[in-house]
């Protein structure tokens, strides 16, 4: 449908972790949360994305693609937080020979959680946060829900 479902929301969270995506009703263990949307990039094209936070990797049909949403088109997706204890998948499904990356719940989502999931590997830099000053950013608590030009002003005053 090219939009988001009316279940989730985006919040500012804190200078480390930027924004997220919240869950405006409980979301039962097997729904569709969110597709990660942007520009589907086949390999031979690969080198022109910038290493930008927003490009997700993947094999399709034996080639190296990439999603990237560095775009900001207003879809939550982009925004979804890695987590090593996770309550969302993404699981790429095929539609009209088309990879699209969709986000599911593996266990049951209270109103109000944080949506993540894992983006695979042990080296992401902001996993070491933890010990060191920065870990304060990580663990304190969310901030009210703000919507549209809110988000924005709120990462330009970063």
């Not at 997220?20 to 569709?32: D, E, M, N, R």
């Not at 094209?45 to 399709?60: P, V």
């Not at 204890?85 to 599911?104: A, Q, R, S, T, V």
Request: charged share 25%; net charge positive.
């Amino acid at each position: 449908m090219g939009k988001d479902k009316d279940i989730i929301t985006g919040r500012y969270i804190n200078p480390i972790k930027g924004r997220g995506v919240f869950a405006k009703t409980p979301i039962l263990q097997g729904s569709f949360i969110l597709e990660y949307r942007g520009t589907l990039v086949e390999k031979g094209k690969l080198g022109k994305i910038n290493n930008n936070n927003y490009a997700y990797f993947f094999k399709h049909g034996g080639r190296d693609c990439c999603i990237d949403a560095s775009l900001d088109d207003g879809s939550l997706g982009r925004l979804v937080n890695d987590s090593q204890k996770p309550n969302g998948k993404i699981k790429k499904i095929e539609l009209g020979g088309k990879p699209h990356l969709c986000l599911f719940a593996i266990k049951d989502i209270n109103k109000d959680d944080q949506i993540t999931y894992n983006y695979g590997g042990q080296d992401l830099p902001w996993r070491s946060y933890c010990g060191q000053e920065l870990c304060k950013f990580v663990h304190e608590p969310v901030a009210p829900a703000i919507t549209g030009s809110e988000v924005t002003s709120a990462k330009e005053s970063l």
